[in-house]
RNA sequence: CGGGGUGUAGCUCAGUAUGGUUAGAGUACCUGGUUUGGGACCAGGGGGCCGAAGGUUCGAGUCCUUUCACCCCGACCA
């Protein structure tokens, strides 16, 4: 991409209402723009990224077995009706009329709708199991939208329904699911713990989430420093958060917790973004929408059932309140929107312009993701542009060119390493 | 949904207590020139139904009523 033609609005300033670092970077490094309370708009970047994300997640969902569908946004009450949660959902779901006056919701979720699908299309336990998902738009209508992307009342969200003749088969899906999902978050390059979340109603230890560590979080988490253990502090009740900050490791042994962390580690305390949540539902809704299969002795059984969501928009905002400065943001490699920045410092100097336009060619015939700054702007101008969208690597070239050298910046580590323009291509190959 | 706040140029905001020429600044944008290693400088220029609707008044950005939108703190949530 040339970033003389390109549409990538930044600013200088940040709008007045946005006060996380993920808001008010991907709104002046022109990714989105707000249309209205919890509603967003994605320009060229934030497409890009929303699309590297949606991608790496589909890729291992695939390769864990799973399969995607896409279901109507627009669904109607009756589906709502059936298993009680038209009621139960409350505000939270939008309700539309059609112009036959007849109701209608946005979907904020989609158990309802996928056990229809799957009823009476799935008759046997031969074809069991079955992992569906899909990764589309939801609506909830959030009583206070708020921060950027991070809660928004209409976001992308991935979810999977499965459906098994045993609850251990489920169970085993589960774990699968568990597994699948850390390599997703680890390809992404975030700093992630797995927690055991609150239950609810349903019970059981069959719930656990996906948060990415960052100081904004909403969530508070407990975490083991030597072993796997986490846990939302959602799930121990009769303490208040705040007087929890307090205790030290005994404490917190008396807290009745101190069974789920036997290792001896320290356990400590971290904000926490939810992003993801893995859920054991069993037969709640395969028993309300009387979905059934026949198992081996030709009995119907209603299907045990488990669902697994990840908060794909959400992840953008994730990535960069876990990754950035106060100059931007810092995108890693799998989330980056370009991958190398070719920048040409002024571009009215023919050796500069003739180089910059060489490498750029050469980046993308070896399928490198580049975007060539061409603009007639002056440097500074274009490093702090650089610097707020947050590629990772910035190739300068400019005033050392005179010596043979140009500089590969580093937005992670903002060391600038100077390199023969000969070697410049080879160098930045070794780096991505 | 409770409590608080804000709506004036694309963006950030003055101006509103006490009504009174043609509504301002910075930034962004356009033109020309200078400049080219950290959002540079000079000169000129375009851009506003002052959130909307009513009202008071000779006169409303400013006062009154209604309404809408957005933000912040809570309660609720991927």
Same mark, same amino acid.
């Not at 007849?102 to 799957?118: D, G, I, Q, R, W």
């Not at 539902?281 to 299907?303: M, V």
């Given at each position: ?150 809660? !928004?009342? *209409? ?10 003749? +045993? $609850? @251990? ?5 589960? #774990? ?95 904000? !926490?973004? *939810? ?10 809704? +395969? $028993? @309300? ?5 026949? #198992? ?137």
């Amino acid at each position: 991409m040339r970033r003389s033609k390109a549409f990538i609005p930044t600013t200088k300033e940040a709008p007045s209402d946005a006060s996380l670092p993920s808001h008010q970077f991907l709104v002046r490094g022109g990714f989105i723009n707000q249309q209205g309370a919890g509603l967003y708009n994605y320009m060229p970047l934030g497409k890009i990224v929303l699309e590297k994300i949606r991608s790496i997640v589909k890729e291992e969902l695939d390769s864990s077995g799973c399969i995607e569908v896409q279901l109507s946004f627009v669904t109607p009450m009756a589906l709502w009706e059936r298993s009680g949660r038209a009621d139960a959902m409350g505000k939270e779901m939008l309700r539309i009329q059609d112009r036959h006056q007849n109701p209608f919701v946005l979907s904020p979720t989609n158990e309802e709708a996928m056990v229809e699908l799957v009823k009476n299309r799935v008759n046997s336990y031969k074809d069991l199991p079955l992992n569906l998902y899909q990764i589309n738009t939801k609506f909830r209508d959030e009583a206070r939208p708020r921060y950027g992307l991070l809660r !928004g009342r *209409e976001f992308l969200m991935k979810d999977g329904y499965s459906f098994h003749a +045993s $609850k @251990e088969d489920m169970v085993r899906e589960f #774990d699968l699911m568990e597994q699948t999902y850390k390599n997703i978050f680890t390809r992404l390059g975030l700093d992630f713990r797995v927690v055991l979340a609150d239950s609810g109603a349903i019970g059981g230890s069959g719930s656990k989430e996906f948060h990415v560590l960052a100081d904004s979080g909403e969530d508070t988490i407990i975490v083991c420093d030597r072993c796997d253990y986490g846990a939302n502090i959602e799930t121990i009740d009769s303490i208040n958060e705040d007087d929890f900050n307090e205790f030290t490791y005994e404490e917190l042994q008396t807290k009745n917790i101190e069974e789920k962390c036997s290792c001896g580690g320290t356990l400590s305390f971290k904000k !926490g973004i *939810e992003v993801g949540h893995i859920f054991q539902l069993g037969t709640r809704y +395969s $028993k @309300e929408l009387e979905a059934n299969f026949n #198992d081996e002795n030709g009995k119907p059984k209603p299907f045990e059932m488990a669902t697994f969501g990840i908060g794909v928009s959400r992840l953008i905002a994730s990535v960069i309140e876990q990754n950035h400065d106060e100059h931007g943001c810092i995108w890693t490699k799998s989330t980056a929107p370009y991958m190398v920045n070719v920048m040409v410092s002024n571009i009215k100097d023919e050796e500069q312009s003739s180089l910059g336009e060489e490498l750029y060619s050469k980046l993308l015939d070896a399928k490198v993701e580049t975007i060539i700054d061409d603009r007639k702007e002056r440097f500074g101008f274009k490093m702090k542009d650089a610097e707020l969208i947050g590629f990772p690597y910035t190739v300068i070239i400019g005033k050392e060119l005179v010596n043979g050298l140009v500089q590969i910046y580093d937005r992670k580590t903002k060391e600038k390493l100077s390199v023969s323009k000969d070697e410049v291509f080879e160098k930045i190959m070794e780096l991505i």
